[in-house]
């Protein structure tokens, strides 16, 4: 395994893949370098002296400035560095064309086709309260059901999408939560749902029907439980009803470009821009070119590298929706008086992550080189093939559930110190280090570590995309082994 790695050849910095200690010699571009102090894995060293108030260039673009001058062997972190953005940004439309030169191939996974014609990747039966009031009333619904039925199949999980909103909400915060829940009861890895009310919520179901559009009557049912004297047992019905309807449900081979896939990241290191995070671009690049629908968000973690997705915008359009997106999050923080680059956070500068520039640059890459077709607003639904922006914080729940609100089947998510959450749909942990996979295989599903342990990168890439292939088909992933399933929506006003 090598010691260390120069990421692009512009860089002044190196990363060190190994913890290194002090003294110790190492070749850079056939000079000597002697480490002035000791530096941990994923951290940041100067190749040279860095003048104070010179930027800090990691990834061939600069993630900082000098606050002082570093010299050649020094460790490059916070107490030496600090961000160059600052307030809001004007852009402009400079396009510039990267080719995919990802092959298409005849992939398929066995997934199962919905009556409006998507594809879910599990057959689930969901309960979706409007309200969080009856989230206890939903779980002894799912208890008796069991108890009534026995065997679920063809189900292959039965769950209640727990949350506390739907009352007390006005404005944008009662309109995501009605968004949010009704695209989850149209989401194609439901193969049944029963909406649950209360009755004198805000969030009434009389609306929120409504507001659903079409939908299969067959498979989504509806109960208020101040209607009904036994709720319970009205419940229990209704779940009935919809496991007959659903007993025929069967996988079928289905084509890749079927695919909508969720691009994420939390707890990152400094190994992330190098192995995770470009895997998940080099897939992401793949399935666009299968035809297949990726989805890129956390727009804070964009800022400092937003321009690199701009100049990919499909046509001046999505240039605007693109500066729309970057900007509208900007002015969220400024309205709560908030600093917009309070990042990164204290997990990452411990993996090594010194700025904001330095965690976008990474967060980014996880977007491949395609063209970004589309820029959603949070809560809409994917509509166009191809590589998609979609508008949501950094919190990792948050975000992942606006991902499978979007009508993503799968989150794929890359860190660097590991987490154990989980969407609503099936969330899959990749690690950037082979040290976190080792340590929590309960957690982790797939290691990008051995990108830097020589392993050839094709080779992991394939052993990815066959990975992907079985879990769209079916294979658990370890959210779903553990039954961590969560739904976050996102809140930013009044509560009454």
Same mark, same amino acid.
């Given at each position: 395994?090598?010691?260390?790695?120069?990421?692009?050849?512009?860089?002044?910095?190196?990363?060190?893949?190994?913890?290194?200690?002090?003294?110790?010699?190492?070749?850079?571009?056939?000079n000597e370098?002697?480490?002035?102090?000791?530096?941990?894995?994923?951290?940041?060293?100067?190749?040279?002296?860095?003048?104070?108030?010179?930027?800090?260039?990691?990834?061939g673009?600069?993630?900082?400035?000098?606050?002082?001058?570093?010299?050649?062997?020094?460790?490059?972190?916070?107490?030496?560095?600090?961000?160059?953005?600052?307030?809001?940004?004007?852009?402009?439309?400079?396009?510039k064309?990267?080719a995919?030169?990802?092959?298409?191939?005849?992939?398929?996974f066995?997934?199962?086709?919905?009556?409006?014609?998507?594809?879910?990747?599990r057959?689930?039966?969901?309960?979706?309260?409007t309200v969080?009031?009856?989230?206890?009333?939903?779980?002894?619904?799912?208890?008796?059901?069991?108890?009534?039925?026995?065997?679920i199949?063809?189900?292959?999980?039965?769950?209640?999408?727990k949350?506390?909103?739907?009352?007390?909400?006005?404005g944008?915060?009662?309109?995501?939560?009605?968004?949010?829940?009704?695209?989850?009861?149209?989401?194609?890895n439901?193969?049944?749902?029963?909406?649950?009310?209360?009755?004198?919520?805000?969030?009434?179901?009389?609306?929120?029907?409504?507001t659903?559009?079409?939908?299969?009557?067959?498979?989504?049912?509806?109960?208020?439980?101040?209607?009904?004297?036994?709720?319970v047992e009205?419940g229990?019905?209704?779940?009935?009803?919809?496991?007959?309807?659903?007993?025929n449900?069967?996988?079928? /081979?289905? %084509?890749?470009?079927e695919?909508?896939? !969720?691009?994420?990241?939390?707890?990152? *290191?400094?190994?992330? =821009?190098? @192995?995770?995070n470009?895997?998940?671009?080099?897939?992401?690049?793949?399935?666009?070119a299968q035809?297949?629908?990726?989805?890129?968000?956390?727009?804070?973690?964009?800022?400092?590298?937003?321009?690199?997705?701009?100049?990919?915008?499909?046509?001046?359009?999505?240039?605007?929706?693109?500066?729309d997106?970057?900007n509208?999050?900007?002015?969220?923080?400024?309205?709560?008086?908030?600093?917009?680059? /309070?990042? %990164?956070?204290?997990?990452?500068k411990? !993996?090594?992550?010194?700025?904001?520039? *330095?965690?976008?640059l =990474?967060? @980014?890459q996880?977007?491949?080189?395609?063209?970004?077709?589309?820029?959603?607003?949070?809560?809409?639904i994917?509509?166009?093939?191809?590589?998609?922006?979609?508008?949501?914080?950094g919190?990792?729940?948050?975000?992942?559930?606006?991902?499978?609100?979007?009508?993503?089947?799968?989150?794929?998510?890359?860190?660097?110190?590991?987490?154990?959450?989980?969407?609503?749909?099936?969330?899959?942990?990749?690690s950037?280090?082979?040290?976190?996979?080792?340590?929590?295989?309960?957690?982790?599903?797939?290691?990008?570590?051995?990108?830097v342990e020589?392993?050839?990168?094709?080779?992991v890439?394939?052993?990815f995309?066959?990975?992907?292939q079985?879990?769209?088909?079916?294979?658990?992933?370890?959210?779903?082994?553990n039954?961590?399933?969560?739904?976050?929506?996102?809140?930013?006003?009044?509560?009454?």
């Amino acid at each position: 395994m090598k010691t260390f790695i120069k990421i692009n050849e512009k860089d002044n910095v190196i990363v060190a893949l190994k913890p290194l200690t002090k003294g110790e010699i190492l070749i850079v571009d056939d000079n000597e370098i002697e480490l002035k102090e000791q530096v941990d894995r994923g951290h940041k060293i100067a190749i040279r002296e860095i003048n104070q108030d010179e930027n800090i260039v990691k990834y061939g673009f600069p993630i900082g400035h000098a606050t002082t001058t570093i010299k050649t062997g020094e460790w490059v972190h916070t107490l030496n560095t600090k961000t160059n953005l600052s307030g809001v940004q004007e852009y402009k439309y400079e396009p510039k064309v990267v080719a995919n030169t990802m092959a298409k191939q005849n992939l398929t996974f066995k997934g199962y086709k919905r009556k409006n014609g998507n594809v879910g990747i599990r057959n689930e039966l969901w309960i979706v309260p409007t309200v969080g009031c009856v989230n206890g009333v939903a779980e002894l619904m799912i208890r008796r059901f069991k108890e009534e039925v026995g065997d679920i199949a063809p189900f292959e999980n039965i769950q209640v999408l727990k949350h506390n909103y739907g009352c007390s909400q006005l404005g944008d915060d009662h309109v995501n939560t009605r968004t949010i829940l009704g695209n989850a009861v149209k989401h194609p890895n439901a193969g049944g749902v029963l909406v649950l009310g209360l009755g004198c919520e805000n969030n009434n179901i009389i609306e929120f029907r409504d507001t659903l559009g079409e939908y299969d009557e067959d498979r989504v049912k509806f109960l208020l439980s101040q209607d009904v004297s036994d709720e319970v047992e009205e419940g229990l019905k209704l779940l009935i009803e919809i496991h007959q309807q659903a007993k025929n449900d069967q996988r079928e /081979e289905v %084509p890749f470009s079927e695919l909508k896939i !969720g691009l994420k990241c939390g707890g990152s *290191d400094g190994f992330s =821009g190098i @192995t995770a995070n470009p895997l998940l671009g080099s897939l992401s690049d793949f399935l666009v070119a299968q035809g297949g629908t990726t989805v890129l968000t956390e727009v804070p973690e964009m800022f400092g590298a937003e321009t690199l997705l701009m100049e990919r915008a499909a046509n001046e359009e999505v240039f605007h929706k693109t500066v729309d997106l970057i900007n509208d999050f900007k002015q969220y923080f400024i309205r709560h008086d908030q600093p917009v680059y /309070e990042n %990164p956070s204290p997990g990452n500068k411990a !993996g090594g992550i010194t700025t904001l520039e *330095d965690k976008s640059l =990474g967060c @980014t890459q996880k977007a491949g080189t395609s063209t970004v077709v589309d820029v959603l607003k949070y809560g809409e639904i994917l509509t166009t093939k191809g590589l998609n922006l979609l508008s949501a914080p950094g919190n990792d729940l948050v975000a992942s559930s606006a991902l499978a609100a979007a009508g993503c089947q799968i989150v794929l998510f890359t860190t660097g110190r590991g987490t154990p959450f989980g969407a609503f749909v099936p969330t899959v942990k990749i690690s950037t280090n082979s040290q976190i996979y080792q340590n929590k295989p309960h957690w982790i599903d797939f290691n990008a570590g051995t990108l830097v342990e020589d392993k050839d990168p094709e080779l992991v890439l394939s052993e990815f995309i066959e990975y992907i292939q079985r879990v769209a088909s079916g294979e658990l992933v370890n959210n779903e082994k553990n039954d961590f399933r969560e739904i976050a929506i996102f809140k930013s006003g009044v509560t009454l």
